[in-house]
């Protein structure tokens, strides 16, 4: 499944660990948390950790069911923001997630079209300030990701109304305050 210009993880035993003397720095708590993740999933029917930090303060997973799980804790840490997409099981192809929240509301989308259950949102401060991130697993290396990651791009404390962002790429409407919009 190896693709140019992507991360293959074959999950098993490939993820990236961003330990605590080389993780994010600055990070504070917020309400406002933005992303996007093209994947190309290899195999299904497994927990399998997109995005994990510490204690499971924040995540982004494949549930066994096949959806995709956004979690996050305050500094309690009780689960303030639980979110749900509809399963994904085609493992032939690329998809979009695109997701925002900023405390009073979520936004995600799959390949473009909204796709968003609602489990719990509290109108609270995420704990971004976690020492240990991992991507592709968790930081202890369980619930690996089978496929490939592209264009991962987390923003902890910015909200982009991906509904405008969505108007913007699909129905060609120039709105200048979302030009920013970048990938890393």
Not at 43 to 62: C, D, K, P, Y
Not at 121 to 141: C, P, Y
């Amino acid at each position: 499944m190896a693709t140019a210009n992507a991360a293959t993880f074959d999950g098993t035993n490939d993820f990236l660990d961003l330990a605590a003397e080389s993780d994010l720095s600055g990070n504070a708590n917020s309400k406002l948390w933005t992303g996007s993740i093209w994947f190309n999933r290899g195999g299904i029917g497994t927990s399998q950790e997109l995005l994990h930090a510490t204690g499971g303060n924040v995540l982004i997973e494949f549930r066994i069911a096949n959806h995709i799980k956004i979690l996050a804790k305050d500094t309690n840490p009780t689960t303030i923001l639980d979110l749900d997409s509809s399963a994904i099981t085609d493992t032939s192809g690329w998809h979009h997630l695109l997701f925002s929240v900023n405390g009073t509301e979520d936004h995600l989308y799959i390949d473009d079209v909204s796709d968003l259950t609602v489990n719990t949102h509290t109108d609270a401060e995420i704990d971004f300030t976690q020492n240990n991130h991992a991507i592709g697993a968790t930081v202890a290396g369980s619930a690996p990701f089978d496929g490939c990651l592209a264009e991962v791009w987390i923003a902890y404390g910015v909200y982009f109304d991906t509904d405008i962002i969505w108007a913007e790429r699909f129905l060609d409407i120039n709105i200048t305050k979302c030009k920013t919009f970048c990938f890393l």
